[in-house]
C-alpha cells in the first residue's frame, strides 16, 4: 500500500461518516506534506508543512531535546529510510477550532514507537505546523548471535 493510501485510510477512519470541512481538508493537507516527508526522508515536505519559526519538542527515552525547524531539516536524509516497507504512521486524532487545530500522529517504526502532537494555525489561509511535541520510545532489539 502506497502512502496516499494509508493516508487516506487513516483520515477516512478518522471521519467517521461526518463530511470534511475546508478547514478538515486543509489541516490533513499539512498533515499529509509532514507524513510524506516521515516516508520520504525529503526536507522540502517539511518545509510546506512547518512554520518557519515551529519548534519540536520531545522526550527520548526518557530524555528531553528541543530543536528548531532549521535543526530538524538539518537531519532529514533526502531519501527513505531502509525499513520503509515495515513502518506505521496513523493519525490518530484531528480536532480544528477556529483558527487552531491539534492532530495526533502515531509512527510505529521497527526501533522506535513515537506519538507526535502537532498544533498548528491558519495564517496566510494556509495550515501550518507551529510546535510539534513528541515522545520516542526505542524498541528493544533482538540480539544477534556471531
Known amino acids: 500500500m502506497g502512502i496516499g493510501t494509508a493516508l487516506m485510510l487513516a483520515f477516512s477512519a478518522m471521519q467517521l461518516g461526518s463530511a470534511p470541512t475546508l478547514d478538515d481538508v486543509g489541516?490533513?493537507?499539512?498533515?499529509?506534506?509532514?507524513?510524506?516527508?516521515q516516508a520520504t526522508g525529503n526536507a522540502d515536505f517539511y518545509r510546506q508543512a512547518f512554520h518557519p519559526d515551529a519548534r519540536l519538542s520531545g522526550v527520548r527515552d526518557?530524555?528531553?531535546?528541543?530543536?528548531?525547524l532549521s535543526e530538524?531539516?538539518?537531519?532529514?536524509s533526502g531519501r527513505p529510510a531502509a525499513d520503509e516497507?515495515?513502518?506505521k504512521r496513523t493519525v490518530s486524532n484531528v480536532v480544528v477550532t477556529g483558527d487552531a487545530a491539534v492532530a495526533?500522529?502515531?509512527?510505529d517504526y521497527p526501533r522506535a514507537l513515537t506519538?507526535?502532537?502537532?498544533?498548528?494555525i491558519r495564517s496566510n489561509g494556509r495550515w501550518l505546523i507551529v510546535h510539534k511535541l513528541y515522545n520516542v520510545a526505542s524498541k528493544r532489539?533482538?540480539?544477534t548471535s556471531n
Not at 27 to 37: A, D, M, P, R
Not at 72 to 76: D, E, I, T
Open 27 to 37: 489541516v490533513q493537507n499539512t498533515i499529509s506534506l509532514y507524513l510524506k516527508g
Open 62 to 68: 526518557g530524555r528531553p531535546e528541543q530543536r528548531t
Open 72 to 76: 530538524y531539516l538539518a537531519l532529514q
Open 85 to 87: 516497507g515495515q513502518r
Open 104 to 107: 495526533t500522529i502515531v509512527l
Open 115 to 120: 506519538t507526535d502532537h502537532m498544533s498548528l
Open 141 to 143: 532489539q533482538p540480539k
